[in-house]
């Protein structure tokens, strides 16, 4: 076999057997859902005249605008208050499950009906992050982002482990009974002809494909069908992963090559200006600190600039671009305080999340199962006595998948 056609094989079979950067997907999933979700319960007193149906952006004003965008929002399928306050609620709770991982692959699709529909109904309430976490919502459906640190990944090894040990595991319910509800759910805009057609395409495209996985997983006599589900499965995601890292590239180029064309990122004066905005100096003391000095502007403005322009090319080199990920990361930090835009700065720094090293997420995970276990064993480092021994099986189930996903 010649040199190419055993490299296309193996890229073949790296982008079909298994679904890449379960660590990387798993942190934007975390990072993107409690953006949102911490940016709801901070605006929830302002929820109102941000989104309801008495808002400044009107409900007139909204209807004009969607029938010309044709964006999609659930908002506007009602003006009563207590349909706002159902919508509003369920984005906050997508969100939280979402976070925690639990029957990611339907959480998913809420929490982006829930970003959709809110942010589709008045366009003009955000800071640039809300752009981003439009995007990533849509693509975290299509992404199997609980493989790790989510209760599905603790459900699936519970199940395991407890094969292992010869025990025999319920098939699952939970996971029907969330499909049916969510398909009388889908059911009832459909027939009252709220959704677009190509809206239609992709709800019940995404409950027949949830429906077909579980009669396969639960249902096919040989390994196969699985087989095959997995190998789809995990090319649509590693699909969706190239896109978000490629959107990320973007977002910093576009940025960094529309600076370079603007004269006081020429002269290096930029930052400057934005420290001097009431709307944007939560603590003026600070920004007249850091403004005051000239150099620490030049060097800041030229630095923003070279880091945008030069990141997506570092993704060649490993070393380099973690130095980088680290400054542009330290740099939205430093956005959120002085400048006051925290969820700005949350989106980005969980974009560019998507960029760090498995070796690095892995030691920050083992940290954070460190310390929970000293949270709540009371200072004993999580340690706790060893159980009885149960002897293993000594043949495994035969029937057992040798890739176990997660469900609902």
Same mark, same amino acid.
């Given at each position: 076999?010649?040199?190419?056609?055993?490299?296309?094989?193996?890229?073949?079979?790296?982008?079909?057997?298994?679904?890449?950067?379960?660590?990387?997907?798993?942190?934007?999933?975390?990072?993107?859902?409690?953006?949102?979700?911490?940016?709801?319960?901070?605006?929830?007193?302002?929820?109102?005249?941000?989104?309801?149906?008495?808002?400044?952006?009107?409900?007139?004003?909204?209807?004009?605008?969607?029938?010309?965008?044709?964006?999609?929002?659930?908002?506007?399928?009602?003006?009563?208050?207590?349909?706002?306050?159902?919508?509003?609620?369920?984005?906050?709770?997508?969100?939280?499950?979402?976070?925690?991982?639990?029957?990611?692959?339907?959480?998913?699709?809420?929490?982006?009906?829930?970003?959709?529909?809110?942010?589709?109904?008045?366009?003009?309430?955000?800071?640039?992050?809300?752009?981003?976490?439009?995007?990533?919502?849509?693509?975290?459906?299509?992404?199997?982002?609980?493989?790790?640190?989510?209760?599905?990944?603790?459900?699936?090894?519970?199940?395991?482990?407890?094969?292992?040990?010869?025990?025999?595991?319920?098939?699952?319910?939970?996971?029907?009974?969330?499909?049916?509800?969510?398909?009388?759910?889908?059911?009832?805009?459909?027939?009252?002809?709220?959704?677009?057609?190509?809206?239609?395409?992709?709800?019940?495209?995404?409950?027949?494909?949830?429906?077909?996985?579980?009669?396969?997983?639960?249902?096919?006599?040989?390994?196969?069908?699985?087989?095959?589900?997995?190998?789809?499965?995990?090319?649509?995601?590693?699909?969706?992963?190239? +896109?978000?890292? $490629?959107?990320?590239? /973007?977002?910093?180029?576009?940025? *960094?090559?529309?600076?370079?064309? @603007?004269? =006081?990122? !020429?002269?290096?004066?930029?930052?400057?200006?934005?420290?001097?905005?009431?709307?944007?100096?939560?603590?003026?003391?600070?920004?007249?600190?850091?403004?005051?000095?000239?150099?620490?502007?030049?060097?800041?403005?030229?630095?923003?600039?070279?880091?945008?322009?030069?990141?997506?090319?570092?993704?060649?080199?490993?070393?380099?671009?973690?130095?980088?990920?680290?400054?542009?990361?330290?740099?939205?930090?430093?956005?959120?305080?002085?400048?006051?835009?925290?969820?700005?700065?949350?989106?980005?720094?969980?974009?560019?999340?998507?960029?760090?090293?498995?070796?690095?997420?892995?030691?920050?995970?083992?940290? +954070?199962?460190? $310390?929970?276990?000293? /949270?709540?064993?009371?200072?004993? *480092?999580?340690?706790?006595?060893? @159980?009885? =021994?149960? !002897?293993?099986?000594?043949?495994?189930?035969?029937?057992?998948?040798?890739?176990?996903?997660?469900?609902?």
């Amino acid at each position: 076999m010649n040199p190419f056609a055993l490299s296309l094989a193996r890229g073949i079979t790296r982008v079909t057997e298994a679904a890449l950067g379960p660590y990387q997907t798993a942190v934007i999933r975390i990072g993107f859902s409690a953006t949102w979700l911490l940016f709801l319960l901070r605006e929830f007193p302002h929820r109102q005249e941000m989104y309801g149906p008495d808002a400044p952006w009107s409900w007139d004003i909204a209807q004009q605008l969607i029938a010309t965008n044709h964006a999609f929002t659930i908002l506007m399928w009602s003006d009563s208050q207590i349909w706002f306050e159902i919508v509003y609620a369920l984005a906050a709770l997508s969100s939280l499950l979402l976070l925690l991982g639990w029957r990611t692959r339907a959480a998913s699709v809420l929490f982006m009906v829930g970003v959709l529909s809110l942010q589709n109904r008045s366009v003009f309430m955000g800071d640039g992050g809300d752009n981003v976490i439009h995007l990533m919502a849509i693509y975290l459906v299509f992404t199997r982002c609980g493989q790790v640190w989510s209760l599905d990944a603790r459900r699936a090894r519970l199940g395991r482990e407890a094969r292992a040990r010869g025990k025999r595991v319920r098939p699952d319910q939970v996971g029907p009974v969330l499909w049916g509800v969510l398909g009388i759910a889908l059911a009832a805009p459909t027939l009252a002809g709220r959704l677009s057609a190509g809206w239609l395409v992709v709800f019940w495209g995404l409950w027949a494909a949830q429906a077909l996985w579980w009669v396969i997983d639960n249902r096919a006599r040989s390994a196969e069908p699985r087989v095959l589900l997995d190998v789809v499965a995990n090319l649509v995601h590693n699909a969706a992963l190239f +896109v978000i890292m $490629a959107e990320a590239c /973007l977002i910093y180029a576009t940025a *960094g090559w529309y600076k370079i064309q @603007g004269s =006081r990122w !020429q002269d290096g004066t930029a930052i400057y200006y934005p420290l001097h905005l009431d709307y944007f100096s939560p603590w003026p003391a600070l920004s007249d600190l850091l403004s005051g000095y000239g150099t620490i502007v030049m060097l800041v403005t030229y630095g923003t600039v070279i880091a945008q322009v030069a990141f997506p090319f570092t993704l060649f080199n490993r070393r380099v671009k973690n130095v980088l990920l680290v400054g542009m990361m330290t740099e939205h930090a430093v956005i959120a305080v002085v400048l006051g835009l925290p969820f700005f700065s949350l989106a980005m720094i969980a974009a560019d999340a998507v960029f760090l090293p498995t070796s690095f997420l892995r030691r920050l995970g083992g940290l +954070v199962t460190r $310390a929970r276990g000293v /949270l709540f064993s009371g200072g004993e *480092g999580g340690r706790t006595l060893p @159980g009885p =021994r149960e !002897q293993p099986p000594s043949t495994p189930d035969p029937a057992e998948p040798t890739h176990v996903g997660f469900r609902a």
